[in-house]
């Protein structure tokens, strides 16, 4: 079992950086690739990007693109979503997953964080 804990949300203005969190604990060693969701109100939870165990491969939803990057520290067992150009759009709260991915397509595990909420204040 993997536990999974978010950290790093608040409120922002419009055109500024946020940094999230991943802390993954557990067993760790499972892990295969670990991607970030959003949910906004209302709205179903969609997949905002993954990395691959290696730190190589990434993905990232056209909406975010050149905006967010994500990266890991495999050492400390750590995610990281750096958000930047922040749209009120973005406003959502923010989960990390764990799963795994064949052919390029994420396949989500039902192992979820409690979230973080991100605000993006127009």
């Known amino acids: 079992q993997v536990q999974l804990v978010e950290s790093g949300g608040g409120l922002v203005q419009a055109g500024g950086s946020l940094r999230l969190s991943c802390a993954a604990s557990g067993s760790t060693f499972r892990i295969n690739t670990i991607a970030w969701y959003r949910q906004a109100p209302g709205l179903q939870r969609e997949l905002v990007a993954f990395?691959?165990?290696?730190?190589?491969?990434?993905f990232y939803t056209d909406s975010v693109k050149g905006r967010f990057t994500i990266s890991s520290n495999n050492a400390k067992n750590m995610v990281y979503l750096q958000m930047n150009s922040l749209k009120p759009e973005d406003t959502a709260v923010y989960y990390c997953n764990t799963g795994y991915t064949r052919g390029g397509v994420y396949y989500s595990y039902d192992n979820w964080g409690q979230g973080t909420h991100v605000t993006v204040a127009a």
């Open positions: 990395i691959g165990s290696s730190g190589v491969y990434t």
